[in-house]
């Protein structure tokens, strides 16, 4: 049950606000100075804070909180903070900057905003207040702006974030989180929800504790200059990035700087100088070089090419962050609201009529705290991938997770599926995994699919096939977890979503044409684009003609099949068999209608094929046994079918593993990781062909790869009650690894003698397969376990 001050609790805002039409978001400050004297034996001074639409919260100066975790208005989270450590003696202030979207104008993707904007900040200290109210001073920050979608360059695609920012450090506003500042002039804040008698109206935020840690802030730097140009040299520009001296931009002088990260990453940056009124400094954060265009800016997308990201002579583009210097002698200090995501940063810098100082440049990294428990040595090229797999996976990962950092930011259901399952194979940590469920669950509409993307600041297009990607995802959690309350909570829903697709049957007995202003949406092939048409693409033609298409019955059947065991692993049985006969008469359907010439088409009276097809043919299991095995050789060895993008190379993985392939193909599977390894990619690119983003979390599939296949780290029944392990010894001479599961640790070790060593953390049960044997072991913790592959025997040691 929710604390009782969370139900009156006491939310500010500025008596002269407005929504602006204008403007995708505005910044406001506030600030309450107060005496502190501490109490004894005081040991922690706790404050509960929230904002809609965001806030930074400060104490004497100190960032001590960003927040609130994102959320939606049912579910709206507050942060709570041990100021204690932060007051000093005497006068003291807490302040904040928050940041408003507008709920008229759309602006961010990922963010969301409610009918009011407000702040709440509570504390509970006998004989001194500082919870908001009407000793609070408010102000609009007007000299730092969100640049607007007029000036947005959309050569970069849509503006999802609108987040970037033009600042002129305003002089009248140095200083304003020190408790000596003069806030005479601001105005005093007002109490922002006013209940009216009698009617029954409640706030629009339904406040519950945040459910996840705070995000870390990791001070670093950067790691090295690319290239400059402009009065100041190279090793000057490595001297200043490393904190070893000052620069001087010369008055009326431009100089610019590419700097580098040795990987891509989320961080905040910040940057100090001095002097120099009226210089203009730009930012440009950037994922890679790539191809120059040879234009700035466009009115509208255009085709990119990326090769080699480390190549200089190649062009950096992406977003911009525009600072002025408004104060010619004190120190100024520029740091975006928001993280950045990039690999480079491009530093413009245009002097005025002054010399410019520039003191600092570092950046403080930013993503959600996992504790990684899983390591492997597998040899220099796994390791490499392993490597770069949990890079992308930790870049998507922040309070939600991330489709991608750099372009959107959105937490898709399809992408959060396979996140979180990866998130399970590296932690035990399942925390942001659970309030991913809930948010997908919370967002179900009336006609029983939930929303493809959310949390979302604004409605976007409806994908339907993305509700049986969060079957998967309920059903991934009880394999790893075997939580029934989690289970219970969501069949309902799974029940719903089903539902939705079970009235769309047509007379065909396939799963038909969904609403028209859905985007029937399937994976990005070229194949599959509409030119000028970007929702009747990225599906085959057969949908848009026909109004089927087959994947969408395939996928519906491998939903009904999750579906089934979790109603099994709940008792329900009557459902599951319900379940499985939907299943069984959708299978019968397609292959009556869907195959021909030894494969599967894409769709009912058409002659278009696709890996996509003849994948989820075998995953629900449409195709069995010989056939199915057939049918995967052929699909894996037609370069004339259109091929899987990223987004659905996890599918193709399970489908050879499902027909007994996985160790021929293997290898060849991962030639697409090669390839970006090659590249110079430091984390996974959202596809292969003229990736959008280098940072997809969808791309990490190496992950399962390596713990499920190579190590062999599975559960044999949900919640690893028992577990399996059947490590590819085969597919590596030698191998060694730390796993974690919900239940144990383990060590796993082999040799080019092929023995095999294995240690659990736990008295636990396991199958462990070891030369075409399956051994049944009762493993004692700590007690390591050899299998020997001359005598193929079992020796406890």
């Known amino acids: 049950m929710a604390p009782a001050w969370t139900q009156t609790p006491p939310w500010i805002w500025l008596p002269t606000h407005s929504e602006d039409e204008s403007q995708p978001g505005r910044y406001f400050l506030f600030r309450k100075s107060f005496q502190w004297t501490q109490p004894y034996g005081l040991r922690e001074f706790p404050v509960h804070v929230s904002a809609d639409s965001r806030y930074r919260l400060f104490v004497n100066g100190q960032r001590v909180s960003f927040g609130p975790c994102k959320s939606y208005p049912e579910r709206w989270y507050y942060e709570t903070i041990d100021i204690l450590p932060y007051l000093t003696e005497g006068d003291n202030v807490i302040s904040a900057r928050v940041l408003r979207y507008s709920c008229v104008n759309t602006g961010s993707s990922s963010i969301i905003s409610t009918e009011l904007p407000g702040l709440m900040v509570h504390a509970e200290?006998?004989?001194?207040?500082?919870?908001?109210?009407?000793?609070?001073?408010c102000l609009q920050e007007t000299s730092r702006k969100i640049i607007p979608h007029s000036e947005w360059n959309y050569l970069l695609g849509p503006p999802f974030m609108s987040n970037n920012e033009r600042v002129t450090e305003a002089k009248k506003l140095s200083g304003w989180k020190r408790a000596a500042f003069d806030d005479t002039t601001w105005e005093s804040a007002i109490f922002q929800f006013r209940p009216v008698k009698m009617l029954p109206i409640q706030r629009p935020w339904k406040l519950e504790p945040r459910p996840i840690p705070e995000l870390p802030e990791i001070p670093g730097r950067f790691d090295g200059v690319v290239k400059c140009e402009g009065s100041i040299t190279n090793a000057q520009w490595n001297s200043?990035?490393?904190?070893?001296?000052?620069?001087?931009?010369?008055?009326?002088?431009?100089?610019?700087?590419?700097?580098?990260?040795?990987?891509?990453?989320?961080?905040?940056?910040?940057?100090?100088?001095?002097?120099?009124?009226?210089?203009?400094?730009?930012?440009?954060?950037?994922?890679?070089?790539?191809?120059?265009?040879?234009?700035?800016?466009?009115?509208?997308?255009?085709?990119?090419?990326?090769?080699?990201?480390?190549?200089?002579?190649?062009?950096l583009y992406g977003v911009k962050d525009i600072y002025t210097v408004a104060d010619g002698q004190a120190e100024q200090t520029f740091e975006p609201f928001w993280f950045r995501a990039f690999r480079y940063v491009q530093l413009h810098i245009k002097a005025s009529s002054q010399p410019l100082t520039l003191k600092e440049f570092t950046l403080r990294e930013t993503s959600y705290p996992l504790d990684i428990s899983t390591e492997i040595q597998a040899g220099p090229e796994l390791n490499k991938i392993w490597d770069v797999s949990l890079r992308t996976l930790q870049n998507c990962r922040h309070e939600t997770y991330e489709d991608c950092?750099?372009?959107?930011?959105?937490?898709?259901?399809?992408?959060?599926?396979?996140?979180?399952?990866?998130?399970?194979?590296?932690?035990?940590?399942?925390?942001?995994?659970?309030?991913?469920?809930?948010?997908?669950?919370?967002?179900?509409?009336?006609?029983g699919l939930i929303k493809a993307q959310f949390p979302a600041g604004f409605k976007s297009k409806q994908i339907p096939q993305f509700s049986l990607y969060w079957v998967a995802m309920v059903w991934d959690h009880m394999r790893y977890f075997a939580d029934k309350k989690v289970v219970r909570r969501y069949l309902s829903?799974?029940?719903?979503?089903?539902?939705?697709?079970?009235?769309?049957?047509?007379?065909?007995?396939?799963?038909?044409?969904?609403?028209?202003?859905?985007?029937?949406?399937?994976?990005?092939?070229?194949?599959?684009?509409?030119?000028?048409?970007?929702?009747?693409?990225?599906?085959?033609?057969?949908?848009?003609?026909?109004?089927?298409?087959?994947?969408?019955?395939?996928?519906?059947?491998?939903?009904?099949m999750q579906a089934a065991d979790l109603c099994d692993f709940m008792g329900r049985t009557d459902t599951a068999s319900e379940y499985a006969t939907r299943a069984q008469a959708l299978r019968d359907a397609v292959n009556k209608h869907c195959f021909d010439d030894a494969l599967y088409l894409d769709g009912p009276s058409t002659k278009e094929y696709s890996q996509h097809s003849q994948v989820f043919a075998v995953l629900s299991e449409t195709i069995t046994g010989t056939a199915a095995r057939e049918l995967m050789v052929r699909t894996m060895y037609n370069s004339s079918l259109v091929q899987c993008s990223s987004a659905l190379q996890f599918y193709v993985f399970r489908a050879v593993e499902k027909v007994g392939l996985y160790n021929k193909m293997f290898p060849a599977l991962l030639d697409p990781w090669r390839r970006m390894l090659a590249d110079d990619l430091t984390t996974w690119a959202e596809f292969e062909e003229n990736p959008r983003s280098d940072c997809h979390g969808w791309s990490a599939c190496p992950v399962n790869e390596v713990v499920t296949q190579l190590y062999g780290i599975k559960p044999a029944t949900p919640g690893f009650k028992?577990?399996?392990?059947?490590?590819?010894?085969?597919?590596?001479?030698?191998?060694?690894?730390?796993?974690?599961?919900?239940?144990?640790?383990?060590?796993?070790?082999?040799?080019?003698?092929?023995?095999?060593?294995?240690?659990?953390?736990?008295?636990?049960?396991?199958?462990?397969?070891?030369?075409?044997?399956?051994?049944?072991?009762?493993?004692?913790?700590?007690?390591?376990?050899?299998?020997?592959?001359?005598?193929?025997?079992?020796?406890?040691?």
């Open 493 to 560: 829903t799974i029940d719903g979503i089903l539902n939705h697709f079970d009235e769309r049957i047509n007379d065909l007995g396939l799963v038909g044409r969904f609403e028209e202003d859905t985007w029937p949406f399937i994976d990005w092939v070229s194949e599959w684009s509409v030119p000028g048409k970007i929702f009747e693409s990225c599906m085959p033609q057969s949908y848009t003609r026909n109004g089927a298409a087959t994947f969408n019955s395939l996928l519906y059947i491998v939903a009904l």
């Open 125 to 137: 200290l006998e004989g001194l207040s500082i919870s908001s109210d009407p000793s609070w001073k």
């Open 240 to 315: 200043f990035i490393k904190g070893e001296e000052d620069l001087i931009v010369p008055a009326g002088e431009t100089v610019s700087v590419d700097i580098e990260c040795a990987s891509l990453t989320t961080a905040f940056v910040n940057f100090q100088c001095g002097g120099g009124l009226g210089s203009i400094i730009t930012f440009l954060y950037s994922e890679c070089y790539e191809k120059d265009l040879g234009v700035d800016i466009a009115p509208f997308p255009m085709p990119r090419t990326k090769l080699l990201r480390s190549d200089s002579k190649g062009r």
């Open 405 to 447: 950092p750099f372009y959107e930011q959105n937490q898709f259901a399809s992408d959060s599926r396979l996140q979180m399952l990866f998130t399970y194979q590296v932690s035990s940590d399942d925390r942001l995994a659970r309030k991913t469920l809930e948010e997908f669950h919370a967002s179900q509409t009336p006609d």
């Open 722 to 797: 028992r577990l399996r392990i059947e490590p590819q010894m085969d597919l590596l001479t030698t191998g060694e690894g730390t796993f974690v599961t919900p239940i144990a640790k383990i060590k796993l070790k082999w040799t080019e003698d092929g023995n095999l060593e294995i240690e659990l953390s736990t008295d636990t049960e396991a199958e462990v397969v070891f030369g075409g044997s399956v051994y049944i072991v009762r493993f004692v913790a700590g007690k390591t376990v050899s299998f020997l592959k001359e005598t193929e025997s079992m020796v406890i040691i």
